[in-house]
């Protein structure tokens, strides 16, 4: 049945207003602060991990310290693998931060990937696709920050592209992505061309503890 919903985004009332997820849907998050993105995130990551899925965690924004400690309530860790974008970017290498890896237990079953040079572009892409090739199709992956992104590559136009490079690679891959973005640090015209190139497209707003959703696209 084409309408049967492959993927859950692990709350239901989501899943009955969007249909459900389908395999190769990149889905934007346009977020507004203090609205919460994380559990919505922390939902499709642990019901992922449920049904079996492989889980890629791109982090711009946090140290890999702090993502492993929200990581490690997930089940099944075995299958998340984060991929550190923060250590030697917005991290610039500071101690603090490449002492995870100097500490770090190596047996634990969340594997962790530092990118040398998330400044670079290429070298950036080259690793995620990397790391595309040796999951299996179904895999899920969450872009922690479109935001962070354009911070350390400081360009719209060059994070775009990077976009509508990956989105249509993890279509074909038959993965599904979540991308999540500040709303008020881009310009119109990127979150529009954002909306054009992607399959979801949802804005989380606040206004005191009551928390909005609107599906865009």
């Given at each position: 049945?084409?309408?049967?919903?492959?993927?859950?985004?692990?709350?239901?009332?989501?899943?009955?207003?969007?249909?459900?997820?389908?395999?190769?849907?990149?889905?934007v998050w346009e977020t507004e602060a203090g609205s919460y993105i994380d559990l919505f995130v922390?939902?499709?990551?642990?019901?992922?991990?449920?049904?079996?899925?492989?889980?890629?965690?791109?982090?711009?924004?946090?140290?890999?310290?702090?993502?492993?400690?929200?990581?490690?309530?997930?089940?099944?860790?075995?299958?998340?693998?984060?991929?550190?974008?923060?250590?030697?970017?917005?991290?610039?290498?500071?101690?603090?931060?490449?002492?995870?890896?100097?500490?770090?237990?190596?047996?634990?079953?969340?594997?962790?990937?530092?990118?040398?040079?998330?400044?670079?572009?290429?070298?950036?892409?080259?690793?995620?696709?990397?790391?595309?090739?040796?999951?299996?199709?179904?895999?899920?992956?969450?872009?922690?920050?479109?935001?962070?992104?354009?911070?350390?590559?400081?360009?719209?136009?060059?994070?775009?592209?990077?976009?509508?490079?990956?989105?249509?690679?993890?279509?074909?891959?038959?993965?599904?992505?979540?991308?999540?973005?500040?709303?008020?640090?881009?310009?119109?015209?990127?979150?529009?061309?954002?909306?054009?190139?992607?399959?979801?497209?949802?804005?989380?707003?606040?206004?005191?503890?009551?928390?909005?959703?609107?599906?865009?696209?």
């Amino acid at each position: 049945m084409e309408d049967k919903i492959q993927c859950s985004t692990g709350i239901e009332y989501l899943d009955q207003l969007i249909s459900g997820l389908r395999f190769g849907d990149n889905v934007v998050w346009e977020t507004e602060a203090g609205s919460y993105i994380d559990l919505f995130v922390e939902k499709f990551s642990r019901q992922s991990l449920i049904e079996g899925h492989n889980l890629v965690y791109i982090s711009f924004n946090r140290s890999p310290a702090t993502i492993i400690k929200k990581l490690s309530v997930l089940p099944n860790q075995h299958k998340i693998t984060l991929v550190d974008a923060f250590t030697s970017g917005k991290g610039d290498n500071d101690p603090t931060f490449t002492r995870f890896y100097k500490d770090r237990d190596l047996s634990q079953s969340i594997n962790a990937i530092k990118i040398d040079n998330p400044t670079d572009i290429s070298q950036f892409t080259k690793a995620i696709n990397e790391i595309e090739e040796k999951n299996i199709e179904g895999t899920r992956y969450i872009f922690d920050s479109i935001t962070g992104m354009q911070d350390l590559w400081g360009d719209e136009v060059k994070t775009y592209k990077f976009f509508t490079y990956a989105c249509p690679r993890l279509y074909d891959l038959n993965t599904v992505a979540y991308w999540i973005l500040e709303k008020g640090a881009h310009s119109n015209s990127f979150k529009a061309n954002l909306e054009h190139v992607t399959q979801v497209v949802i804005e989380i707003s606040h206004s005191g503890a009551q928390l909005f959703l609107r599906i865009n696209k």
